[in-house]
């Protein structure tokens, strides 16, 4: 069943950065974005309990010094991603489902509101009221119905407990919860389990 819940997220991951592809062949001369730029990180984030789980894994195969650095340099910094290392993300492959959209003309429904947004560094060249076509703007809805749904099966399956929307998990915590005597291991799946129960 584990396996058959992270295939599904891996599929959903496959469809937004599909989405997201497209997004940026569209709007390539726009975007600003590359590696280095960590604008969009400077937020302490939270994740659901499916994507703490594969960024747990992937911290598994981080060497325990990568991750000592990693806790000393944001051990008092609530302000910036923590899986920043010199403006670079570390769990890059397996990144959060919102990392994976930044930058782009995103659409957002917000209690009674409706609009798009985006990072400001892209897109200095349209006219401050540039309305974006409705075919080549993200909406997120659809994605974030599926990833809620998944993130039910998996946590209910996982801590055998009720799945609530508020249950999330900080990035902070993650980093500095994970066991580094089993860094660079092949990140025990049990680790990962024991930390929602």
């Given at each position: 069943m584990l396996n058959e819940l992270i295939f599904e997220y891996q599929n959903l991951i496959f469809k937004v950065d599909k989405v997201c592809q497209e997004l940026e062949k569209i709007y390539r001369e726009h975007l600003v974005c590359r590696p280095g730029c960590s604008q969009c990180c400077e937020v302490e984030r939270t994740v659901c309990?499916?994507?703490?789980?594969?960024?747990?894994?992937?911290?598994?195969?981080?060497?325990?010094?990568?991750?000592?650095?990693?806790?000393?340099l944001h051990k008092d910094d609530d302000e910036t991603c923590p899986m920043l290392l010199r403006n670079r993300c570390v769990i890059y492959p397996v990144r959060p489902i919102v990392c994976r959209t930044h930058g782009l003309p995103i659409f957002y429904r917000e209690a009674e509101r409706e609009f798009v947004d985006y990072c400001r560094l892209n897109f200095t060249q349209l006219p401050e009221n540039y309305e974006f076509e409705e075919k080549c703007i993200l909406d997120m809805n659809p994605f974030n119905v599926e990833l809620i749904q998944l993130d039910k099966k998996f946590f209910e399956h996982v801590s055998a407990k009720t799945w609530h929307p508020d249950k999330r998990r900080s990035l902070k915590n993650i980093l500095f919860e994970i066991d580094i005597r089993q860094s660079q291991s092949s990140g025990s799946d049990q680790q990962g389990r024991n930390n929602f129960v």
């Open positions: 309990s499916i994507e703490a789980y594969v960024v747990e894994k992937q911290l598994s195969s981080l060497s325990a010094r990568k991750i000592k650095r990693l806790r000393k």
